[in-house]
């Protein structure tokens, strides 16, 4: 069974300033929905890093609130085998 933990990655105010190279979405204002297929925060955070070179500010399972995050979710990053489809 696949676990569908939602993880939510955010950027910090450093991208304002210093677009990430790797990830040309990543906003001080938005957020990244990784789900890893094991449901824990390392596979999370590998992934996490895997597609933005590893410059994102925090990992977290709470929803970011629209107040805090108004862009909301600029992209959502999920493993699943062929078979869960």
Do not use: C
């Not at 991208?15 to 990543?26: I, K, L, T």
């Amino acid at each position: 069974m696949i676990d569908m933990t939602e993880f939510y990655v955010t950027f910090g105010q450093k991208v304002r300033q210093d677009p990430n190279p790797v990830w040309p979405h990543a906003h001080a204002d938005g957020y990244l929905t990784v789900v890893p297929p094991d449901g824990t925060e390392d596979t999370a955070r590998a992934m996490a890093d895997a597609v933005t070179g590893g410059d994102w500010s925090m990992i977290q399972r709470d929803t970011p609130t629209p107040t805090s995050f108004p862009l909301g979710q600029l992209g959502k990053l999920s493993i699943q085998p062929a078979w869960a489809s």
